[in-house]
Structure formats: C-alpha cells, structure tokens
C-alpha cells in the first residue's frame, strides 16, 4: 500500500513542481512586492514593509478609473453576452439542418486574433479627416449626428469597449450553450409536448434547470475574463489608455511595471492582489448562489 502511494506521489511529482514554480512561487512572490515599500528592482533594495503600497493604489486616480471601467464592463458585458448567446443557441438549436453551418459561422471571431478584430472595430467606429467611420455613415443615414466613438465622450467610448467585448466573448458561450441544448434528453420535451405544455413553461420548467450548470460555468468564468480584460482596450484606443479614460485593472498593472510611469512592481504588485481579491471575491459569492440555483 505504501508503494502505491509512493509511486502514486512520483508521477504527480512533475505536476506538482510546474504548479509550484509557476503559480504559487509568482504569487507568493507578487505578495511579498506588495508589502515592501520603496522596492528598487536594480538594487533589490526597499525602504521597508508596510501597507503603503496599497493607500497608494487605493488612492490614485488612475487605479479607481481603472476600477470604475472594468466594474462597468462586468456589469454590461456579462449578462448581456451570456443572455445573447442563450437566445442565438436557442434559435440553432430549432434549426437541425444548418445548425452545424451557423455554429462555425457564429464561432469564426473567438478563433480570430482579438488585436486584429480590434482594428477592424476602430475602423469602423473611428472619425478621421477623411472619413467619419461607417457606424457614423449608419446614424447619419438615419439622420443622426455623428459621434466620436473612439476620441470622443467617456459614454461613446465605453459603448464600443462593451460592445466589442460581447462580441469576441459570444462565440465561445454559443458553442457551450448550443451543445448543453443538444444534451439535454428529448424524452422531457415529448411528455411536455403530450400535456400541451407552453413554451415558455418547457424553457422555464425543463430547458433552464437542464442547462443550468453551463450557464453558471459561463457567469462565472465570463466574470473572471471581463476582469482581465487589457488587450481588447489596446485594440481600440491604443497603449496609452490613462489618457483615453480607458484602462483597466491589469492595464494598471501593466502600467506600473512597463508603461510610461513602469518601473514600481510593489505597486504592480498591490493593485494586481487588489484585483485577486475581487475576482476571488465575487467567484466564491457565485458558486455559493450556484450551489443553491443550478439543477445537477
């Protein structure tokens, strides 16, 4: 028995060193940057340990726009994106002959580079000297003003941020969703169908309680990318998003590390724990309401 274990504990071995080198060193190491006040990473010298690095952070106002922007993405982007995908999911999964057809189709963005869809989206959105961008052709058609969507007001400029983010997130939640609707067993709709039970009593009684752990695996997993989101920012308004209003969490980090105000990783360190702490956070407050709500 003890062999077993043995040998067991041998072929997790490998496992268990990448795991250790390449998560929990870096996030003791990041934990312990963000007490050490006055880090110099040339010297590997600090003016020494304490809570200053987090009232720094806390209290710059490129942090809490930064805090402020990535909260509004969550809020937007994660309900409307996953509410879109279960309505398109549902649509292909009433068409059995082309469903394959639309699922590729629909699943095209998620495998194109999220830069390159970046710069599509500013096309289409940006006013230049020479033109006023095709989504300003649209409104104009319909008699609206043009705005400025990438330059322009603080609203205009989180629209397109939101929308671009549903946009490359949709895909992968319609794959997911699509194939949970395939699953789910055909006898519960055929009793349904013989009682002459509506259809929205059959989503709401056998479709949502049958998929329900997919779509919580798609909440929680959508909260937790919208957190991280950076490049998709980067795409659209360009490395310097303080000055656009634009930045995020990790953008911040990034910022404090390589950007034009780089060179504080203790502050990198601090915001990045910061935002371990909220996604920690809000992932545990959605298991525990999953716990309770999904239908296994």
């Given at each position: 028995m003890k062999q077993n274990n043995l040998k067991g504990w041998l072929y997790l071995l490998p496992a268990i060193a990448f795991l250790g080198l390449f998560m929990v060193y870096p996030l003791v190491d990041v934990l312990v940057y963000s007490f050490e006040e006055g880090y110099n990473f040339a010297s590997q010298t600090d003016m020494g340990t304490g809570l200053y690095n987090y009232s720094y952070v806390l209290h710059d106002p490129y942090f809490m726009q930064a805090v402020k922007n990535t909260f509004i993405l969550v809020i937007i982007t994660v309900p409307l994106s996953t509410g879109f995908a279960l309505v398109i999911s549902l649509a292909l999964s009433s068409i059995k002959k082309l469903r394959d057809a639309f699922q590729t189709i629909y699943f095209l963005p998620y495998v194109t580079n999220t830069l390159a869809v970046g710069l599509v989206f500013m096309v289409l959105f940006k006013r230049t000297d020479y033109t006023e961008g095709m989504v300003n052709l649209l409104i104009n058609w319909f008699g609206g003003e043009s705005v400025d969507f990438i330059d322009g007001p603080y609203w205009?400029?989180?629209?397109?941020?939101?929308?671009?983010?549903?946009?490359?997130?949709?895909?992968?939640?319609?794959?997911?969703?699509?194939?949970?609707?395939?699953?789910?067993?055909?006898?519960?709709?055929?009793?349904?169908?013989?009682?002459?039970?509506?259809?929205?009593?059959?989503?709401?009684r056998i479709t949502l309680p049958m998929i329900s752990p997919m779509l919580f695996y798609l909440i929680i997993t959508g909260f937790i990318g919208a957190f991280k989101a950076y490049s998709d920012e980067v795409a659209l308004f360009g490395t310097n998003l303080n000055a656009a209003g634009m930045n995020t969490i990790v953008g911040y980090v990034y910022d404090m590390l390589y950007g034009d105000s780089g060179g504080y990783p203790s502050y990198a360190a601090a915001a990045a724990l910061i935002l371990f702490a909220i996604v920690l956070t809000i992932t545990v407050i959605n298991l525990l309401v999953s716990n309770r709500r999904v239908k296994i």
């Open positions: 205009a400029k989180m629209f397109v941020m939101c929308f671009y983010t549903i946009w490359v997130v949709l895909p992968f939640k319609i794959l997911i969703l699509t194939s949970a609707l395939a699953s789910v067993n055909p006898d519960y709709y055929k009793v349904a169908q013989v009682d002459a039970t509506p259809r929205w009593r059959v989503f709401t």
